[in-house]
């Protein structure tokens, strides 16, 4: 039968595999400096031209939901684009071109007559459909509507997806009017601002100007027909300039005017006499009743072209001024003639921020459109130099040109691109697509480059239409597993297909890297589109389970021991390849020897903890042959201080008992030994002993060796 003896704990002893590995650099701290190239989230794809031996105007652009974009505005003599192409009826007509996202132009339309007729501003429609508005003169075709009349007329269209005019509503005036704004509301509603002077002819009843020219705002049915317009001004000179519509079909108008008017309740100051010194921001319902007004103001000149409201129906805008711009108590200086702004306001116009940008000369914002991260996408035109943030653009001529820049939700740049070329150029503005790509359109002379295409103009101005990958931040570009188990090591890797690789600054080209310290590891690379993608992760270490086996011993070969795992370990590991928490150690065939048992534990993260115990399985040993007498037995030194040492001659492993005793035979100590191997050096220690005569006995079998010593 097997005896179970109970495990002893103490100190353990343990085995554990140190394992090399590779030590990354922590993450480096890079000064910011400014720099001419960009931090490569936008790469430049395709430019297409439109242009003829004339002058060619771009004034608005589009993208529908298929990612095809459209640009409109007005042509003379002809437009053509690849072998597409297009000749006018008279002064100015006016086009729509659709490409699609690969930059292949898909259709031209046209319509006009004899005299000068302009599109000023188009819109997505349902149905990937566009609205489009502006101005036309005298008989021409429309579509199938031929349009009558010598006069001038304002209008309102719908082009189907395939090129060809659904309706148009047109509305007449006397003298002057400018419908330059469009855009529609959450109900389906088509929003019309613009100017008028002298008469505009409504369906709804005509509206007279108070001064020199007003302003209006109008709302049509999704099928064209007028539904209610309002009149704005005073007797001075005003204009429309931006519009934007939020989720709640509040409507913002900013524009410019002369003196101070009243919307109903609201009035709109004006801070200055000068037109182009006076501009504002006004709120407008859905009912077209106004709300609130914000003035802006400059001696010279101040301009808000730009505007647009993103999901929490925040405002932001862009606009230009002259020397000085003051807007609520603040003030802003330029840096050199003109200078251009971006901000953020709430729904009540109270701003969050507002940044400026600009050179030593004229800069100019020519629109705003929101962007897939929340910021917004500014297109315009510089000279010279201009700071944007840490980025620096330059021309290439002596001429203006056009640049496109990507602010984030705190007003940050965090790219801009320039439109280089011999002659100049502009940005009218952009549109992005429902994969975030940017799209850029404007007018230049000369020659215009942009990547590795460069074109030529065919007359005089021409069109063009370029787009660019706008690149969205990539979470989880980094594979790991966010943890590092102490004293392993772990993978760090990013998929296949990625080029021009950087860890942590330091370590380059490779797609897998392996770590063994905790920190924060990122990586940079560029993706199959030229993208920079960026990713950091932290690895936590995942500190040991500290946890014994016990510490080594010795058994008999016919006993047992249950070795116990520690409690709530995911999975446990013998080195018997068993896996339970505990295991019963004995000796199979009850063959003396040394066995080591070790458990290997797993946690719930993978992780594992090794322990090991080591037990000495032995025969019990005979008693010792003391017939020789005492002189088996040597201690020494005697006399005794403290303690001596002992030895019995015997031929083999052997067990025992000693005791010390005084002259009447008391015993002091007493003490079992179940192995004594031959020739072993004992210790017996006496230093609680009195002063006197002892004597040392050697037991075995019933028969005893005794040694007198001195305790002095």
Same mark, same amino acid.
């Given at each position: 039968m097997r005896k179970k003896i109970k495990n002893i704990t103490c100190s353990a002893f343990r085995e554990r595999q140190k394992m090399l590995g590779m030590w990354l650099c922590m993450l480096i701290m890079a000064s910011s400096t400014l720099t001419n190239a960009q931090n490569n989230q936008k790469i430049y794809h395709w430019m297409q031209q439109l242009g003829g031996p004339g002058w060619d105007v771009p004034t608005s652009i589009v993208t529908d939901s298929k990612n095809n974009v459209y640009v409109a505005g007005n042509f003379t003599q002809s437009l053509q684009s690849n072998k597409k192409e297009i000749l006018s009826e008279g002064n100015h007509d006016?086009?729509?071109?659709?490409?699609?996202?690969?930059?292949?132009?898909? %259709?031209?339309?046209?319509?006009?007559?004899?005299?000068?007729?302009?599109?000023?501003?188009?819109?997505?429609?349902?149905?990937?459909?566009?609205?489009?508005?502006?101005?036309?003169?005298?008989?021409?075709?429309?579509?199938?509507?031929?349009?009558?009349?010598?006069?001038?007329?304002?209008?309102?269209?719908?082009?189907?997806?395939?090129?060809k005019a659904n309706w148009v509503n047109t509305i007449p005036f006397y003298n002057a009017a400018s419908g330059y704004l469009l855009d529609t509301d959450k109900k389906g509603n088509i929003i019309l601002g613009g100017v008028f002077a002298d008469t505009l002819i409504c369906e709804t009843g005509n509206?007279?100007?108070?001064?020199?020219?007003?302003?209006?705002?109008?709302?049509?049915?999704?099928?064209?027909?007028m539904e209610q317009v309002i009149q704005l001004g005073n007797k001075g000179k005003e204009k429309l300039s931006a519009m934007a519509i939020d989720s709640l079909n509040n409507i913002y108008l900013a524009g410019n005017h002369?003196?101070?008017?009243?919307?109903?309740?609201?009035?709109?100051?004006?801070?200055?006499?000068?037109?182009?010194?006076?501009?504002?921001?006004?709120?407008?319902?859905?009912?077209?009743?106004?709300?609130?007004?914000?003035?802006?103001?400059?001696?010279?000149?101040?301009?808000?072209?730009?505007?647009?409201c993103n999901q929490q129906n925040q405002l932001l805008m862009s606009g230009n001024f002259d020397f000085t711009l003051n807007i609520d108590s603040l003030q802003y200086q330029t840096n050199g003639y003109t200078d251009f702004f971006v901000c953020k306001a709430d729904t009540a116009g109270n701003l969050n921020w507002l940044k400026t940008f600009g050179g030593k000369y004229t800069?100019?914002?020519?629109?705003?459109?929101?962007?897939?991260?929340?910021?917004?996408?500014?297109?315009?035109?510089?000279?010279?130099?201009?700071?944007?943030?840490?980025?620096?653009?330059?021309?290439?001529?002596?001429?203006?040109?056009?640049?496109?820049?990507?602010?984030?939700?705190?007003?940050?740049?965090? %790219?801009?691109?320039?439109?280089?070329?011999?002659?100049?150029?502009?940005?009218?503005?952009?549109?992005?697509?429902?994969?975030?790509?940017?799209y850029l359109m404007g007018s230049f002379n000369g020659s215009l480059?942009?990547?590795?295409?460069?074109?030529?103009?065919?007359?005089?101005?021409?069109?063009?239409?370029?787009?660019?990958?706008?690149?969205?931040?990539?979470?989880?570009?980094?594979?790991?597993?966010?943890?590092?188990?102490q004293g392993s090591m772990v993978d760090l890797s990013v998929n296949r297909g990625y080029t021009n690789i950087v860890w942590n600054d330091t370590l380059?080209?490779?797609?897998?890297?392996?770590?063994?310290?905790?920190?924060?590891?990122?990586?940079?690379?560029?993706?199959?589109?030229?993208?920079?993608?960026?990713?950091?992760?932290?690895?936590k270490e995942v500190m040991a389970q500290e946890f014994t086996l016990?510490?080594?011993?010795?058994?008999?070969?016919?006993?047992?021991?249950?070795?116990?795992?520690?409690?709530?370990?995911?999975?446990?590991? %013998?080195?018997?390849?068993?896996?339970?928490?505990?295991?019963?150690?004995?000796?199979?065939?009850?063959?003396?020897?040394?066995?080591?048992?070790?458990?290997?534990?797993?946690?719930?993260?993978?992780?594992? %903890?090794?322990?090991?115990?080591?037990?000495?399985?032995?025969?019990?040993?005979?008693?010792?042959?003391?017939?020789?007498?005492?002189?088996?037995?040597?201690?020494?030194p005697n006399p005794v201080k403290e303690?001596?040492?002992?030895?019995?001659?015997?031929?083999?492993?052997?067990?025992?008992?000693?005791?010390?005793?005084?002259?009447?035979?008391?015993?002091?100590?007493?003490?079992?030994?179940?192995?004594?191997?031959?020739?072993?050096?004992?210790?017996?220690?006496v230093s609680n002993l009195a002063p006197g005569i002892y004597y040392f006995c050697v037991i075995s079998n019933g028969d005893r060796i005794t040694k007198k010593f001195v305790k002095q």
């Open positions: 006016i086009y729509v071109a659709r490409f699609n996202e690969e930059g292949k132009l898909q %259709w031209l339309w046209q319509a006009g007559g004899l005299y000068m007729d302009q599109i000023t501003a188009i819109k997505q429609a349902p149905d990937n459909d566009l609205y489009i508005t502006g101005i036309i003169r005298g008989e021409m075709k429309f579509g199938k509507k031929k349009i009558e009349g010598e006069s001038r007329k304002l209008f309102l269209a719908r082009i189907n997806k395939r090129g509206l007279v100007s108070h001064g020199h020219n007003d302003m209006f705002i109008a709302q049509f049915t999704p099928d064209g027909a002369e003196r101070s008017f009243s919307a109903r309740n609201v009035e709109i100051a004006a801070m200055g006499e000068k037109q182009k010194g006076n501009a504002f921001l006004l709120q407008l319902d859905s009912t077209l009743a106004a709300t609130w007004a914000k003035p802006l103001s400059s001696p010279s000149y101040v301009n808000i072209s730009g505007l647009a800069d100019r914002s020519k629109n705003l459109k929101l962007n897939k991260l929340g910021g917004a996408m500014v297109t315009g035109s510089f000279n010279d130099t201009i700071y944007m943030d840490s980025l620096m653009l330059n021309t290439h001529s002596l001429n203006s040109e056009a640049f496109i820049a990507q602010l984030d939700t705190t007003g940050f740049v965090t %790219w801009a691109e320039a439109m280089h070329g011999k002659g100049g150029s502009t940005s009218n503005g952009g549109a992005l697509d429902n994969k975030g790509n940017l480059q942009a990547g590795g295409t460069e074109l030529a103009t065919l007359g005089e101005e021409d069109i063009f239409v370029a787009k660019y990958y706008n690149c969205p931040p990539v979470a989880n570009a980094i594979n790991s597993p966010g943890y590092l188990c380059k080209n490779a797609e897998e890297i392996v770590i063994d310290q905790p920190g924060l590891y990122h990586v940079t690379m560029v993706d199959k589109r030229g993208c920079v993608v960026s990713d950091t992760v932290e690895i016990g510490n080594d011993t010795t058994m008999l070969v016919t006993d047992e021991l249950e070795i116990a795992g520690p409690d709530n370990a995911f999975a446990y590991l %013998w080195n018997n390849n068993t896996n339970l928490q505990n295991l019963i150690a004995y000796c199979e065939d009850e063959t003396p020897g040394l066995c080591e048992y070790k458990l290997t534990i797993t946690d719930s993260l993978g992780c594992q %903890w090794a322990d090991s115990i080591k037990i000495d399985f032995y025969v019990e040993p005979d008693y010792a042959d003391l017939s020789k007498g005492e002189r088996l037995v040597t201690i020494y303690s001596f040492n002992w030895t019995l001659e015997t031929n083999k492993e052997a067990k025992m008992a000693i005791e010390i005793l005084d002259g009447a035979g008391n015993v002091h100590f007493y003490q079992k030994i179940e192995r004594y191997q031959p020739g072993q050096q004992m210790k017996a220690e």
